[in-house]
């Protein structure tokens, strides 16, 4: 009987204690956008309005687009040896102008097909790239 009481106690003690170490309950539902922390190269450019606003549907070429951006990236790195901020993230103006005068007009098979290239283009490159980057502790 004294064990029981002596439970009692403490759960009624604990129970405001608990009551105060709730997180608040809202309803905003509104959605606060805080800057990404990355491991390396914080300060990286933004990307292209058009891809935050594609479509679903459409989202094939932003996909693309990226991966467009990464390989000519890595392209630059193994050709020029450095592997700093600039050059593993660079502007996405190039890449960017590239894929609309390109790629765009493109179907989504087509883009298929060409993520698939680069895809294969990068894994040739990989080697170099993270070699270089590993030395300049930007892998």
């Known amino acids: 009987m004294r064990k029981i009481t ?6 009624m003690l604990a129970a405001p204690l608990a009551a105060q170490t ?6 905003d539902l509104t959605v ?8 390396i190269c914080n300060d ?6 058009w891809m935050e ?11 693309a687009l990226m991966e467009l951006y990464e390989v000519r990236a890595w392209e630059t790195i193994a050709t020029a040896g450095d592997c700093g901020c600039d050059a593993r993230f660079p502007a996405w103006d190039i890449s960017d102008a590239e894929y609309q ?10 883009h298929s097909a060409l993520r698939r290239e680069w ?5 040739q490159l990989e080697p170099t790239v993270r070699e270089i980057c590993e030395a300049q502790g930007n892998w």
């Open 53 to 63: 606003e594609v479509h679903p549907r459409e989202a094939y070429k932003a996909v």
């Open 32 to 39: 606060e956008r805080t800057l990404q922390q990355y491991r």
């Open 119 to 123: 895809i294969e283009v990068r894994k």
């Open 44 to 49: 990286r450019p933004t990307r292209p309005t």
């Open 22 to 27: 709730s997180p608040q309950v809202t309803n």
């Open 101 to 110: 005068e390109t790629y765009a007009q493109l179907t989504q098979a087509e």
């Open 6 to 11: 002596l439970t009692a106690a403490i759960v």
